[in-house]
């Protein structure tokens, strides 16, 4: 029987709040009066609404990691601490209507992917990955695929992508022999940078400031390895500064907090992790500032592998948060050939398929 697209989209939509809501009462990634809250990663687009989901869910599920994470950052309330089912990839969890199942997407430390099956029905929800076919598992032919649109359009593709993190060890290594490094990026990024540079043989001290430090102390505990990592606020790190031997990790947020570093007030040398470059794998944007295009999204060609490797029979498009979701559907049926839908839309989104 083929199902109607009207009829999928009573089981699968994005509220205008970014609330995924998948089959009859899962939410994920935003609140919505549901009974089953999930959280995809600890990004904070992503744990958005969590107070109201805490007072108004029943369950709030996510990875160990995920938790962990968010416990290190101060995001878990103790008064609800009974509410949070920790799960495994692959661990089945029931609720009265729906089998739901979190599995891998690689972005950072935890992150899932959400399948829920209901009825006849499979749906699944990639949350951010990038990696597609590789780190992260592709859904196969779901009735309705939820996609996130960071870089969905067709000129955001990293022709580099396979390179940048060769090219990125390369420019740390010799930004080291003349001095210090500073690398600023996002929670999960950084953790992410710390393994590509050990993995590549770079034994300098790590220093981090506090929330960094405090995230990769709580990832080591599941088995990811970082090498010496002090605080920037212990005694070892103030004697490993003042050796000048050593890569300062700091989130991006701080990049011009002086307190937490004095990088650019003597001309230290600094590299920000960012996607938004597309162009060149890395490129000096200031006299001691570098841009390196490390990403954990996947690039516009990887998103339109995802989809075309799933075949799902309808696709949406996550409308909500920073992308561009009403590109990416239209490029989705121009190329594909499959219903794709970007949401919350303003227009009338039934009339687009
Ligand atoms: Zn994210």
Redesign the pocket.
Known sequence: MVKQIKDLLKYASINEHGGILLGKNIVVDGFDYRDYRVIT?A?S??TQGLNKSLQVSKYIILTNITYDIMKSLGMIRHKYINKYVRVKYGEKIRTNEEELVLIKAD??PG?AQVIVELDDLLIAYTG?FKNPGKGTPIVKNPDVLVIESTYGKPEWTRPFKDEVEELFVDLVKELLSRGPVYIYGFH?KIQEAMIILRSHGIDTPFIASSAVYRVTKALEKHGYWFGKVFSHVSLEAREVMRDGWYIFFSHTNNIYNHNINNASLHGLNRIILTGWEFNEPYKRVKNNTWIVALS??ADFEQLLYYVSESKPELVIVDNYRQGAGEIFAREIRRRLGIPAIPQPSSTHTLGLI
Do not use: L, M, S
Request: proline share 0%; net charge negative.
């Open positions: 990663h990004h687009d992503h972005h950072i992150a951010d999960g954990d999204h």
